[in-house]
């Protein structure tokens, strides 16, 4: 089966770009924080392969097949399946001509449904995953599957109509559809945390990943998320197991990966991007943390299909 990308390549450029949710909407929608249609191979638009937005989307995919890589994970694409993404994680995707199901783009300020409660939507088990690995969920009752093509099929004609009763129901459908793939989706029992020390990991793993070239310290990130650095370090410790530290350095990491991987900057321009003091210390920084030399691992990468 022939398989194709369903984004337009235009090869490697010197960052990973990163798109507004009007690059993905039709011009009479583009005052508005959402899009929501079906997902097929007729849908196409011209942006840079790979790539990252900065607001959330769902993926639902009822046929084909293919692969999404989203960051340093890869997934097979096996349908009734639905896709999580973040703002700021670097994806592409190839899916089969035959692809068909239902996508919905959205902002955090159109989702909020209730404004006393800003974090609702980062406390879903898919948005800023503590674990960094966000696997599609794989609807395996066929009653899940055709009561969420329902949802999405409702939310698409809602949002025809523009107005403003409309708009509210579709923000209704999109927590319905939130919520009940968050009953679903599958998380391991010790990842399984509650109350405010989960919620200040995720609000610490969202603030991280938009600050990530400014090369911060400790104390700045905690200042951020008004705590102090030891609370942040024994909530980090207690509930994953990681130090503050730890953290940062490992979304560093997959920062510099990214790039190493998916663009044309020298390992000079991508030192200089994320605020190394120098090259020489930034080269020593990766190769201490990955055994190897930028280089290499950006020539390894390069080996591979």
């Given at each position: 089966m022939r398989i194709f990308r369903i984004?337009?390549?235009?090869?490697?450029s010197n960052l990973i770009p990163v798109y507004s949710l009007q690059a993905?909407?039709?011009?009479?929608?583009?005052?508005?924080?959402?899009?929501?249609e079906t997902f097929d191979a007729n849908r196409h638009y011209q942006v840079m392969y790979p790539h990252r937005h900065?607001?959330?989307?769902l993926l639902f995919l009822l046929k084909g097949s293919g692969s999404y890589a989203i960051d340093n994970n890869h997934y097979e694409i096996k349908p009734p399946c639905v896709f999580f993404l973040?703002?700021?994680?670097?994806?592409?995707?190839?899916?089969?001509q035959d692809i068909d199901g239902f996508i919905f783009i959205f902002t955090s300020d159109f989702y909020q449904l209730d404004r006393s409660n800003p974090n609702r939507l980062i406390e879903f088990p898919f948005f800023y995953t503590i674990q960094q690995n966000n696997p599609p969920l794989?609807?395996?009752?066929?009653?899940?599957?055709?009561?969420?093509?329902?949802?999405?099929?409702?939310?698409?004609?809602?949002?025809?109509?523009?107005?403003?009763?409309?708009?509210?129901?579709?923000?209704?459908?999109?927590?319905?559809?939130?919520?009940?793939?968050?009953?679903?989706?599958?998380?391991?029992?010790?990842?399984?945390?509650?109350?405010?020390?989960?919620?200040?990991?995720?609000?610490?793993?969202?603030?991280?990943?938009?600050?990530?070239?400014?090369?911060?310290?400790?104390?700045?990130?905690?200042?951020?998320?008004a705590v102090t650095p030891n609370h942040l370090t024994q909530t980090l410790k207690q509930l994953t197991g990681k130090t503050t530290l730890d953290v940062i350095?490992?979304?560093?990491?997959?920062?510099?990966?990214?790039?190493?991987?998916?663009?044309?900057?020298?390992v000079s321009e991508i030192s200089n991007y994320m605020?190394?003091?120098?090259?020489?210390?930034?080269?020593?920084?990766?190769?201490?943390?990955?055994?190897?030399?930028?280089?290499?691992?950006r020539n390894e990468s390069l080996k591979q299909p």
């Open positions: 984004f337009e390549s235009m090869g490697k993905f909407s039709s011009p009479e929608r583009r005052s508005q924080q959402f899009q929501i900065d607001f959330f989307e973040s703002p700021g994680q670097a994806h592409n995707i190839n899916v089969s794989h609807l395996k009752e066929d009653a899940d599957k055709l009561f969420l093509a329902n949802l999405f099929e409702r939310g698409i004609k809602e949002a025809e109509k523009n107005g403003t009763t409309s708009l509210e129901l579709l923000r209704s459908i999109l927590d319905l559809i939130l919520t009940f793939c968050s009953n679903l989706y599958p998380v391991d029992s010790e990842l399984i945390i509650k109350g405010k020390g989960h919620l200040l990991i995720k609000r610490f793993y969202q603030i991280l990943e938009g600050n990530l070239t400014k090369n911060l310290t400790i104390n700045s990130y905690a200042g951020m998320l350095k490992s979304k560093q990491l997959l920062e510099i990966k990214r790039l190493l991987v998916h663009t044309n900057m020298s605020n190394f003091a120098d090259q020489s210390y930034f080269s020593k920084f990766f190769k201490r943390e990955t055994g190897v030399l930028p280089l290499a691992f």
